[in-house]
């Protein structure tokens, strides 16, 4: 492969750079995670994805490749959808509620896999939360899958499932700036399709091409702005959240943009153990689950066939779960 071809293309700057077609943009990205590409070269067309931005078709193809060497798990048998959430983001400002929400659905019996990096380097990852509730992180596919049919709930490093990306991902800590992996992992999908994703970004802009794609991929997901890059809805002002599947996009519940009334009561800090024991304190009963996550919480439920339908979905969670 001409890698300096391909870097003539990309590198010509923002105005003057030229697009990959989504089959060009599939074989490179597969170079890429095998470790074809020789690291002067990788650089140079990470760096110049970075400066002219990815296109649809293009993220279309990395996907494509990269779900193609991704690590699959077996859906647990029934009706329902495993909720697949990524988490790559960590919490430096608030904390990070990603675990309960993963906690919270398997109190419904909803099959969760949660994938990720294990340390934050300065964040509080959901790795490092879990672990307060003694879930550690699996070391193996096989490991996980076991973990999964038996618990329910299964964290996963993202170098078991997709060594390829964690080697994208690692690229940040030499080159200095974010790649085309960092939107890639949170559109990945273990069960090959079969999954309801929870797919978060943190800018409009991001946003809106995770949504082309994923609509482009047929995936089944529900997508809304992320809280410091983390799914989870924030729980002081809800985002919108958007239900893709079958090639459509259904509103669920529109953004908020009114003043607050009242603060929800929240972790007083955002290190593991302070977020961990109230998360104990909101799955015993003894503090509101905020209504945001509440709403997400409902999402979750109709998306993933768990409900009938939406509004059934709510009024489960205003009846059972801890609101």
């Not at 273990?190 to 809106?208: C, E, M, Q, R, V």
């Amino acid at each position: 492969m001409n890698y300096a071809h391909f870097i003539r293309e990309l590198g010509r700057g923002s105005e003057g750079a030229r697009n990959l077609s989504l089959e060009d943009a599939q074989q490179l990205y597969g170079a890429m995670l095998d470790g074809g590409v020789p690291e002067l070269e990788l650089g140079a067309i990470a760096i110049a994805l970075r400066v002219k931005c990815e296109t649809v078709d293009e993220m279309i193809g990395f996907l494509a490749a990269s779900n193609e060497r991704l690590y699959a798990l077996r859906c647990p048998p029934g009706r329902v959808r495993p909720v697949v959430i990524p988490t790559y983001n960590g919490a430096r400002k608030g904390a990070n509620l990603t675990p309960l929400l993963a906690l919270l659905l398997r109190r419904f019996a909803i099959p969760v896999l949660v994938h990720g990096l294990i340390e934050g380097y300065g964040r509080v990852t959901t790795a490092q939360i879990f672990r307060e509730f003694g879930l550690l992180p699996s070391a193996s596919q096989s490991q996980a899958q076991q973990s999964l049919d038996e618990n329910g709930l299964v964290f996963v490093p993202l170098s078991v499932i997709s060594p390829g990306l964690n080697g994208q991902l690692a690229l940040r800590s030499r080159l200095g700036l974010r790649n085309s992996a960092h939107s890639l992992v949170k559109m990945l999908d273990p069960f090959k399709g079969n999954s309801l994703l929870l797919a978060a970004a943190t800018h409009p802009d991001y946003l809106d091409t995770m949504r082309e794609v994923l609509r482009a991929v047929g995936s089944h997901a529900l997508l809304l702005r992320g809280t410091e890059g983390e799914p989870f809805a924030n729980p002081k002002r809800r985002p919108r959240i958007e239900h893709l599947h079958d090639g459509v996009c259904d509103m669920l519940f529109e953004a908020e943009h009114d003043s607050l009334k009242t603060l929800p009561h929240l972790p007083e800090d955002c290190d593991a153990k302070t977020t961990a024991d109230w998360m104990r304190r909101v799955l015993s009963g003894e503090l509101t689950l905020p209504p945001p996550l509440a709403n997400q919480l409902a999402c979750c439920l109709y998306a993933s066939g768990y409900a009938d339908d939406f509004n059934q979905a709510k009024a489960i969670v205003a009846v059972e779960a801890v609101v």
